[in-house]
């Protein structure tokens, strides 16, 4: 009897040694995931930073090229932002980052991947998806946050943003050093894009039939 209860009581700490091992190695799991989580998203917008964006646009290019699938970039900015901070200062332009964060959150994919690039910059990862598909993706945003009244205290205004857009559809992907890596080029497309005023689309390479949207 003695023998049975003392192996009952054997059988029964190692039962509970084994759960709270258990438990404590969900708990550091949990805790690794969410360590990583953190590292990926931008602080202020939630969306994913520069540094996963890079990556998984390499990775993306890789299974585009795997499959022969098309891939495009949006590369999104705000016209005369600066002019914002410096009028209504870095809280309201930071308010309005996040606005804008999730506005664009909510036009995306699930396989599409939005991120804060930099400042008031955001980039957009669009995998399967053609010039002509991006172009209507960039024509919701451009809308979406034209027309959204942004409130500040008793008062709404409203922005405008330049979009610039790269997509690859001929199998042909370009790595980070060359000219024609989609970032590159939607960048490019930006900066073209706000050098004509700004509110307005621009795409590279470009075509004739359709080089700037209202």
Aim: hydrophobic content about 35%; proline content about 3%; glycine content about 6%.
């Amino acid at each position: 009897f003695l023998k049975e209860k003392i192996s009952t009581r054997n059988i029964l700490a190692i039962i509970w040694e084994t759960l709270e091992k258990s438990q404590l190695a969900k708990e550091i799991k949990e805790a690794q995931e969410r360590i990583v989580l953190i590292s990926r998203r931008d602080h202020l917008t939630n969306l994913y930073n520069r540094q996963y964006f890079d990556k998984a646009l390499n990775a993306e290019i890789n299974k585009a090229r795997r499959y022969k699938f098309p891939l495009s970039v949006l590369m999104v900015d705000f016209d005369k932002f600066k002019t914002v901070n410096q009028t209504l200062g870095y809280e309201t332009g930071d308010q309005i980052l996040k606005t804008s964060a999730a506005l664009i959150r909510s036009m995306v994919r699930n396989i599409d991947l939005a991120c804060r690039y930099g400042g008031d910059q955001f980039g957009i990862l669009l995998p399967n998806t053609s010039l002509q598909g991006a172009k209507i993706l960039a024509q919701r945003i451009l809308k979406e946050i034209n027309s959204h009244g942004f409130d500040i205290g008793d008062k709404s205004f409203n922005l405008t943003v330049s979009i610039g857009i790269a997509s690859h559809t001929d199998n042909k992907y370009p790595s980070p050093n060359q000219d024609r890596y989609p970032v590159k080029q939607a960048l490019k497309a930006l900066e073209k894009a706000i050098q004509q005023g700004g509110n307005t689309i621009q795409h590279l390479p470009e075509t004739k039939s359709d080089r700037t949207h209202d």
